[in-house]
């Protein structure tokens, strides 16, 4: 088996990729976004440019480190040539592809890199406005070389929480239910629309937490470590790992409050 890279080595991959990637996406949407399609639901849309863009990505991991795996939102899992590297890449082409279809600032390429299972690299590039977060494990998290260090809120009632919806009426019924219970508790609710960035949001403190329950790996794969670099707590319910039940990244001070708010209201719960 090949010596493992470093995480440093990793990122260096993966931030000239994705910015490479965030200039295909920003041209793509110049041009006209075509081929808009849906997935799960009526409102779960794919473009051209998300297959476009995860194809680049790809491509250039295949280059570069062509024993790796990948897995990606728009063409799943993709084995290494001979693998057997422990590296896996985990790939969100545009995370935020409602508001790439409206123009709206808020979308980003999202690559983190993992090594035996676990995240040890990762870059979320804001395509629209080219603000980039990035963190290896251990090494902390940076946007424009300032260190990140999360919100220095304490009380959950002066706390500006982040969070998203499913596309499913049925989940979002139940997260609208959740929402109107915690809505009272906390300062406000802002909802961006692609978790990768609200993560990083979380980390640099222009949100206080987020919370978010459906998410796939490639939604917070290399935005959680951005938060949990930044000193955040990043988990599910009752010790779980972030996962589809549940995704809560808050400093330690809020994230208890947080997370019992959240258990009580059954934000893991529901369709
Ligand atoms: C998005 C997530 C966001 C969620 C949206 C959507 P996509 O991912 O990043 O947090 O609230 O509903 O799932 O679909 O834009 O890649």
Redesign the pocket.
Known sequence: MRPVPEPDELLAIAVKIARAAAETARRMRAEAITEVDTKSTAT?VVTAADRAVERQVVGALRELRPQDTVLG?EYGPAGGRGGGTGVRWVV?P?????NYLYGLPQYAVSIAAAVDGVVVAGVVHNAATGEEWTATRGGGAYRAGRRLVGSATTRLSQALVGT????DPARRRHQAAVLARLLPEVRDIRRF????L?LCMAAEGTLDAYY?K??NPW?HAAGGLVAEEAGLVVAGLDGAPPGPELVIAAPPALFAPLHDRLAAYDAAGGP
Not at 193 to 196: D, I, R
């Open positions: 779960d939102e969100d545009i995370d935020g592809t409602v998203g919806f499913g596309y629309g692609a978790a990768a609200d978010e459906g998410l939604d």
